[in-house]
């Protein structure tokens, strides 16, 4: 950084946004600065053929309406100087989001340990008016063999276990001509694989974690104490309780 200006020939740099300290950055303030791995100074011909991609009408409108639906998640955007001031839990922006592009068939692709949790979610999307179709991750009862799976890798060993099927749900949703689907706690990799195969926009409602209650977050906020040991290197896998 010269003369607090941040010079732009690091073109070999990896962008590394989530390690930026700036205070008034560049990406989101005019005459802003970045850090030298700054994408928004040294990426601009990839950003430019990026933003191409929103000459798409139909692109251009979902990104649209996405944005117009992130400002309405927020109260008194009028009063300056303005305080953030959120009031709408996810759940309800998926109704107002998929009503604004409108979408009349929702797809609903979800753990089979959340069962309750996608039938909430059902009961109010039927409520708002919308025809929904849902499939759980077990669907055809593949076994787990399949996909090279054996008994020491299952989660009940020595017993049958059917594999959770991503694609399976993706391809049935796609059958049913889903206008958008919603996520509800599908693993880590599985999760991927049903955006890989979807054909309709998909936005996750529940991330899952085992352990905090689908709250994935809560690792991140506690690296000082209870997690802590999530920032020495490798990850040990804790002892089985006996």
Do not use: W
């Amino acid at each position: 950084m010269v003369g607090g200006i941040v010079m732009r020939d690091q073109m070999s740099l990896k962008p590394q946004c989530a390690l930026c300290s700036v205070m008034k950055k560049v990406c989101m303030a005019e005459n802003g600065v970045g850090p030298v791995f700054c994408p928004t100074l040294n990426c601009k011909e990839s950003i430019a053929l990026a933003i191409k991609e929103y000459e798409s009408s139909e692109i251009r409108e979902f990104a649209r309406m996405a944005s117009v639906q992130e400002a309405e998640c927020y109260a008194n955007r009028h009063i300056k100087p303005y305080v953030s001031h959120p009031v709408k839990p996810r759940v309800q922006e998926i109704v107002e989001f998929a009503r604004k592009m409108s979408y009349t068939k929702l797809g609903v692709a979800f753990c089979a340990g959340l069962q309750a949790e996608a039938q909430a979610l059902t009961e109010i999307l039927n409520a708002q008016g919308f025809d929904v179709v849902s499939v759980n991750c077990k669907v055809g009862g593949t076994p787990k063999e399949v996909i090279g799976i054996i008994e020491d890798e299952k989660i009940r060993i020595g017993e049958f276990e059917s594999m959770c099927s991503p694609i399976v749900q993706a391809n049935l949703l796609n059958r049913e001509n889903s206008d958008f689907n919603i996520l509800v706690g599908l693993c880590v990799g599985h999760d991927s694989l049903f955006f890989k195969y979807s054909k309709a926009f998909t936005t996750v409602l529940i991330s899952k974690d085992r352990v905090l209650a689908h709250n994935p977050a809560g690792a991140l906020y506690t690296t000082g104490n209870y997690y802590a040991r999530l920032l020495k290197p490798g990850i040990d896998p804790p002892a089985e309780i006996l």
